[in-house]
């Protein structure tokens, strides 16, 4: 069975999304929706939030690349986009 490793509360607005990065085993990024719109990264070990970003529109989809540390995002309101971010230091590489 599972096991209780925490509770995320940061959030403003209903999780959307979540993925476990493959490159950390205790990583684990979360994007809110509408009115939250950020996507944080948790140490899993300790549930501390590593960084915060703020996207600008709720994250609807997310999931880490398996050959490069990139996190792939989509949104909808308002902006509707796919972005791209560093999985390092989560600065946005592209917006599609």
Request: one cysteine or more; a positive charge.
């Amino acid at each position: 069975m599972g096991k209780y490793i925490g509770k995320i509360s940061q959030h403003t607005a209903a999780v959307k999304a979540l993925a476990w990065s493959p490159h950390k085993s205790n990583l684990l990024a979360t994007g809110g929706g509408s009115t939250d719109k950020s996507i944080r990264m948790w140490n899993t070990v300790d549930m501390s939030c590593q960084n915060f970003i703020d996207s600008g529109s709720q994250v609807c989809n997310m999931v880490f690349s398996t050959s490069t540390n990139e996190l792939v995002t989509t949104h909808g309101y308002s902006l509707n986009s796919i972005m791209v971010w560093n999985g390092r230091n989560m600065n946005k590489m592209a917006t599609l």
